[in-house]
């Protein structure tokens, strides 16, 4: 990660879990441009009170999970998974009825 | 344009995608490692997981200083939005006044902000100060350096002064775009200034009241330099908001690893109340 003098990486401070989260969004920001392309998203109304589009749902899934994580930081010391299981769950929601 | 070649025009947006991983989401990417991180030196850190998001969402100065800072904003929307829509019904539609009020609204917005500070804890103090005497002599107990509903009282009038004009001179130009055919209709059916008001100039600013609200809401929640300046937070933690507790713990403290934990904590919520203020107007918008 340190990479050559030339384009040195060492002062981002990597780590390993960081890594493969940031790794995770941009897999799903590929899937998700590619996705768009193959079958174009269009708006519509699901629970939500404002219609949305594929990539609206995914952001409030993304945004309400980043919550979830922290809320259960804030007021649980059980494991992170519990949290980690629920945004699964909201984000699931979210993309098929929100 | 083609369904298809509307797509691609996506590809234009790369340069600024660039541009802006270089300024902002490699920093970004920088504090969420730091945050999982205590750093005593480049070579010298060691991966401590969530610890940092715990003691930072569980530390009862921060929650107070979210609850100033919310209180705040909040504070300040409900002044200075109505306030600027008012002020700019108010302005001069031709001639040479609208130059002259155009100057005038623009005159705090051009001052720098620890300067804004500056002159606000001359101008309020209870000894030399024009506005502190001045209240002093009218009988009123007021000194904002020792009491805190004084100093909350100073800090909002200061920031109503200096960004009021940004609203009003968003709120003029949504008015001057308006076409006079609309207010001749409304004349045609003998409406009310109110009616003209609730039913054509009202809708008509949704647009540009988008942007003042955001705007005001994010200047307002990220506020450092003119409390800092004024008040220094106090008295006791009386107008300590987010920024200056988070500027306490990178700089002050140098404590990296908790200051990363509460930047991102900070960041999202702004992202979150950001982007439900664009939804909402976004939808009243829609349903006219």
């Not at chain 2, 340069?15 to 480049?42: E, H, K, R």
């Not at chain 2, 930072?56 to 929650?63: E, N, S």
């Not at chain 2, 108010?90 to 620890?114: H, T």
Request: glycine share 8%; proline share 5%; net charge neutral.
């Amino acid at each position: 990660m340190n990479g050559d003098a030339g384009f040195n990486l060492a002062w981002m401070a990597w780590t390993q879990p960081v890594a493969i989260f940031f790794a995770a969004i941009v897999v799903m920001l590929v899937v998700f441009g590619v996705l768009q392309f193959v079958i174009p998203t269009y708006e519509r109304r699901g629970f939500l009170p404002v219609p949305t589009t594929r990539g609206d749902r995914l952001f409030m899934s993304l945004l309400g999970s980043a919550f979830i994580h922290l809320i259960w930081l804030a007021f649980s010391d059980a494991s992170l998974l519990i949290a980690s299981a629920i945004s699964v769950a909201y984000a699931a929601v979210m993309m098929r009825w929100g | 344009m083609d369904k298809r070649e509307y797509q691609w025009a996506w590809l234009m947006v790369l340069p600024v995608v660039l541009i802006v991983a270089f300024s902002a989401i490699m920093p970004l990417m920088t504090v969420v490692n730091y945050s999982v991180q205590d750093i005593f030196g480049p070579d010298s850190r060691f991966f401590v997981g969530t610890e940092w998001f715990k003691e930072v969402l569980r530390d009862p100065a921060l929650h107070g200083a979210l609850v100033r800072q919310i209180i705040f904003s909040a504070a300040v929307l409900f002044i200075q939005i109505p306030l600027g829509i008012g002020l700019a019904l108010c302005m001069p539609k031709k001639g040479i006044g609208v130059s002259f009020a155009l100057v005038l609204l623009a005159l705090p917005l051009l001052v720098p902000w620890n300067v804004v500070g500056t002159i606000w804890q001359v101008f309020a103090r209870p000894d030399v100060g024009l506005a502190g005497v001045t209240l002093n002599s009218l009988g009123l107990d007021y000194n904002y350096t020792g009491d805190s509903l004084d100093a909350w009282f100073t800090v909002l009038v200061m920031d109503v002064w200096h960004w009021t004009s940004l609203v009003i001179l968003l709120c003029y130009a949504g008015l001057q775009a308006i076409p006079d055919a609309f207010y001749q209709a409304a004349r045609i059916d003998g409406a009310s200034r109110w009616a003209v008001f609730r039913y054509i100039e009202l809708p008509k600013l949704k647009g540009v009241l988008l942007i003042a609200i955001l705007l005001r809401f994010i200047f307002s929640f990220r506020i450092y330099a003119e409390p800092f300046v004024l008040t220094g937070g106090g008295p006791g933690n009386a107008t300590t908001f987010l920024s200056q507790s988070l500027t306490t713990m990178a700089v002050g403290q140098f404590d990296l690893g908790p200051a990363a934990a509460f930047s991102l904590v900070y960041f999202l919520i702004i992202l979150l109340f950001s982007y439900v203020f664009y939804l909402t107007i976004l939808n009243m918008d829609r349903e006219g």
